[in-house]
């Protein structure tokens, strides 16, 4: 099995700065690509950002300069840096991930909570 574990989210005013982090434990031979994705009330749940196990990344357009997503590969960690928050930045962060483990899979956390005040 794997498991994910978030942190990292809160309360935060525009303009502000989070970073969020998830840990990946478990049966992981190796990972893939690890990710964010977020969803607000009323909205789909869409991807934030991604990063391979090359280092490649890739962000939705509209956190484009402002987030960043980086790894950290000897603790299975992934982080997404968040600075200039605006109040549509608010919802559910997601953890993902794919990992080679007794089979190729996805895998994702719990969510922890962002939320932005104009």
């Known amino acids: 099995q794997v498991q994910l574990v978030e942190s990292g989210g809160g309360l935060v005013q525009a303009g502000g700065s989070l970073r969020l982090s998830c840990a990946a434990s478990g049966s992981i031979f190796s990972i893939n690509a690890m990710g964010w994705y977020r969803q607000a009330p009323g909205k789909q749940r869409e991807l934030v950002a991604v990063i391979t196990s090359g280092g490649s990344a890739r962000y939705t357009d509209s956190v484009k300069g402002r987030f960043t997503i980086s790894r950290d590969n000897a603790k299975n960690t992934v982080y997404l840096q968040m600075n200039s928050l605006k109040p549509e930045d608010t919802a559910v962060y997601y953890c993902?991930?794919?990992?080679?483990?007794?089979?190729?899979?996805?895998?994702w956390g719990q969510g922890t909570q962002v939320t932005v005040s104009s």
């Open positions: 993902y991930t794919n990992v080679n483990s007794e089979y190729v899979g996805d895998y």
